[in-house]
């Protein structure tokens, strides 16, 4: 893995709880569309909902980016609570 700093990634859509790319690589963030009915979302570095959690439980708002900068090498796997419509970018 490079150090170097990647602005642009691949976008995955989500509307559940999802895998997103197995093997090793990076999260840039999570851009949340639309979140409603108590709305979660937990980050892992697993093909699933497994450990090592990169980012815990948080309560998403609509129209907003989350910046999460990290590195996973098993996996990312997202989990979705609530009705949340988001796109994760990440790059291997």
């Given at each position: ?9 691949t ?8 895998l ?70 990440w790059?291997?």
């Amino acid at each position: 893995m490079s150090n170097l700093v990647t602005e642009a990634g691949t976008p995955v859509n989500i509307s559940a709880s999802a895998l997103i790319a197995s093997g090793s690589g990076q999260i840039l963030g999570i851009f949340v569309a639309s979140a409603s009915s108590t709305p979660t979302i937990k980050v892992w570095g697993q093909v699933s909902a497994v450990a090592p959690v990169i980012v815990n439980t948080f309560i998403p708002v609509a129209a907003t980016y989350y910046k999460i900068p990290a590195a996973f090498t098993k996996g990312l796997f997202v989990t979705i609570s609530g009705t949340v419509d988001c796109t994760v970018f990440w790059t291997p």
